[in-house]
């Protein structure tokens, strides 16, 4: 996958993110892979967790491939445009059994119910 803004250097698949890599960091929190340590401890194995996250057959994707401009209502109309490409990608990589984690309240707003529909 393409990252949505290389220029930014703040992407989850970029190894050498040192600010804002929270979504990595948490991730890693949440699904037990990163263990105790601290935050540089998991950046510094970064390449290493990004390969388990991946031999784990779990990915990370985008809902749009642009980053979202503004706020409440703008958000969720961009989101609301992307989202049945978004549900088209997943369908084609999913079984019914495959765990699905929606980030974001905008997200799970817009996207749970298509995603709902569009699998079974």
Known sequence: MAPLDPASGRFFYFEDVRPHDHLFL???RVLGL??????N???SRKKELLK????DGCYL????NQPLRGEGRARLLQLEEACPSFVERVR???VEETKIILISKYVFDVC???LKAGIR
Not at 52 to 55: H, K, L, N, T, V
């Open 34 to 39: 990163g263990g105790c340590p601290g935050a």
């Open 61 to 64: 994707d985008d809902v749009g």
């Open 41 to 43: 401890s998991v950046r």
């Open 112 to 114: 749970y119910e298509p």
């Open 52 to 55: 388990r996250f991946q031999a």
């Open 26 to 28: 948490e991730l890693m």
């Open 92 to 94: 084609a990589i999913v």
